[in-house]
């Protein structure tokens, strides 16, 4: 799928060559500057070929603005977009994974029952931001700050409380009724 204008242009440009008693200039010739502007031509009058095809006709979104203008400037609003399209978890770069984890923190400390589970998914989370802060291998900063334990603790036992609360009128325990005389047997 060449484009005839530049088909001819390459036809001139070795009858040229060849009448100025050099052979194939295209095949003595090294990559350079010159295969980088044909490079560059090339690339140019293919986009423009398409074009005139109708090839970019009728694209998803065309005639739409663009989402996430007008917000906040995210430099890594790319992946962020994969990883929210793909619904992928544990992929991605320590500060974005971390600040998805926080969001979803209290969430997952409500399931835990004891506080000392508590305090170790604390304590690792806070490890894990201590080490990605430390990290040199670039990517987008860390935000995510760690978090107080001890206040994190009374908190998770004032939602535990509250929810115990919230279920203790809904069920209200009934005697269990006992049946004198019916055993059995195993």
Do not use: C
Not at 34 to 51: L, M, S, W
Not at 74 to 93: A, F, M
């Amino acid at each position: 799928m060449t484009d005839p204008r530049e088909a001819a242009a390459r036809y001139r440009a070795r009858q040229r060559s060849r009448s100025a008693g050099e052979e194939d200039a295209e095949e003595k010739a090294e990559p350079g500057i010159a295969a980088a502007t044909d490079r560059a031509a090339f690339i140019e009058t293919a986009i423009q070929v398409a074009i005139r095809r109708g090839d970019f006709d009728d694209l998803p979104g065309a005639g739409k603005p663009l989402e996430g203008l007008g917000t906040h400037h995210d430099p890594d609003w790319w992946i962020r977009r994969k990883i929210e399209q793909e619904n992928l978890t544990g992929l991605g770069p320590p500060a974005i994974l971390l600040r998805t984890e926080d969001r979803e923190l209290d969430d997952q400390l409500d399931l835990l029952g004891r506080e000392s589970d508590v305090r170790d998914v604390l304590e690792d989370f806070n490890r894990r931001v201590k080490e990605a802060r430390r990290q040199l291998q670039g990517g987008p900063p860390v935000v995510t700050s760690p978090r107080d334990i001890d206040a994190e603790v009374a908190a998770w036992a004032e939602r535990r409380a509250a929810r115990f609360a919230a279920r203790a009128p809904e069920e209200p325990e009934r005697p269990r009724r006992r049946r004198l005389g019916l055993r059995r047997r195993a």
